[in-house]
């Protein structure tokens, strides 16, 4: 069974920074790709950053200059370290492991397991 668990979420003001963790098996690191995603109230879910087997990584647009993605195998665990973090930023980050999809933030649903997700606010 995939698992994955988000921690490290919280408030912040804007231009601030937050660094938030996935846990997740050295196994589901080895076979996946792990990602992040976020949801804002009122909005769909979007790609955040995903690195996959090779090392390979991914961002959106909107985060590229401001946000990595890193992962510490032997810990089990995949970061996301976000700076200058905007209002926009706001909403439930959510790790995701996923085997396949349609372009690299775009995983398939079918081949997709997901975490409960870790709140984070971004005051101005």
């Known amino acids: 069974q995939v698992r994955l668990v988000e921690s490290g979420g919280g408030s912040v003001q804007a231009g601030g920074s937050l660094r938030i963790s996935c846990r997740t098996s050295?196994?589901?690191?080895?076979?996946?790709?792990v990602g992040w995603f976020r949801q804002a109230p009122g909005t769909k879910r979007e790609g955040v950053a995903v690195?996959?087997?090779?090392?390979?990584?991914n961002y959106a647009d909107s985060v590229k200059s401001r946000f990595t993605i890193s992962q510490n195998v032997a810990r089990d665990t995949v970061y996301l370290q976000m700076n200058s973090l905007q209002p926009e930023d706001t909403g439930m980050y959510y790790c995701?492991?996923?085997?396949?999809?349609?372009?690299?933030?775009?995983?398939?649903?079918?081949?997709?397991?997901w975490g409960q997700g870790t709140q984070v606010t971004v005051s101005s």
């Open positions: 050295i196994s589901t690191q080895r076979t996946m790709s």
């Open positions: 690195v996959h087997i090779d090392g390979t990584r």
């Open positions: 995701a492991a996923y085997s396949a999809y349609s372009s690299p933030l775009y995983p398939l649903p079918d081949k997709t397991y």
